[in-house]
């Protein structure tokens, strides 16, 4: 159970758009379109962004974004805000009703 | 307002024991799936166990199988986490949270501490 693979960091300008990659295995991301995103701002509880790879919750921004290819999903920040910096998570199913996160991407705006 | 409510962390010997609770309001906690995730101090996010809306399913991390038990009381909006043996590598923020919609966690707890040091 390896955590997903997600790049450390990851920056823009307001207004640019950013997009943070998850990469994981035929067994979590390759098999289940279940990936979801999560914000965590600092000393805070995360927040979900994204369900389902695509699906945005009631009151997250349109600029939030998700999608998939095999075995990597992707979440997509546009028109950056300075109040998008903070940790990003993507989280999959895996077998036997396992979950796994991604190691974290610190946004920075 | 949908709330979770983490208690019952503290400082613990290793190979101690700790129960952590958590408590819902704001919405039917007896509908959906339960799920325990916690943080290690400057770390990611790691899941660690989920359980079924009726707790006729329970599903935990390699690292914590064996030691851990995930269970529920739906008439008291409540979810549990019994901890045994407990190492320095439990040492974390415990985060109770909801899964709300399918496959994600959208309602999430402030968390409770577990240090585990002698």
């Known amino acids: 159970q390896s955590a997903l693979t997600q790049p450390p960091s990851a920056s823009g300008s307001p207004g640019q758009s950013v997009t943070i990659s998850c990469t994981g295995t035929?067994?979590?991301?390759?098999?289940?379109?279940?990936v979801s995103w999560y914000q965590q701002h600092a000393g805070k509880a995360p927040k979900l962004m994204i369900y389902e790879v695509t699906k945005r919750p009631s009151g997250v921004p349109d600029r939030f974004s998700g999608s998939k290819s095999g075995t990597t999903a992707s979440l997509t920040v546009s028109g950056l805000q300075a109040e998008d910096e903070a940790d990003y998570y993507c989280c999959s199913r895996a077998d036997n009703y396992n979950f796994i996160f991604g190691g974290g991407t610190k946004l920075t705006v | 307002e949908e709330q979770l409510v983490e208690s019952g962390g503290g400082l613990v010997q290793p190979g101690g024991s700790l129960r952590l609770s958590c408590v819902g309001s704001?919405?039917?906690?007896?509908?959906?799936?339960m799920s325990w995730v916690r943080q290690a101090p400057g770390k990611g996010l790691e899941w660690v166990a989920n359980?079924?809306?009726?707790?006729?399913?329970?599903y935990y991390v390699d690292s914590v199988k064996g030691r851990f038990t995930i269970s529920r009381d739906n008439s008291k909006n409540s979810l549990f986490l019994q901890m045994n043996s407990l190492a320095a590598e439990d040492t974390a923020l415990y985060f109770c949270a909801r899964f709300g919609v399918v496959g994600g966690l959208d309602c999430w707890g402030q968390g409770t501490l577990v240090t585990v040091s002698s």
């Open positions: 704001g919405f039917t906690f007896s509908k959906d799936w």
């Open positions: 035929n067994s979590d991301v390759g098999a289940y379109n279940i």
């Open positions: 359980i079924k809306q009726d707790g006729s399913g329970k």
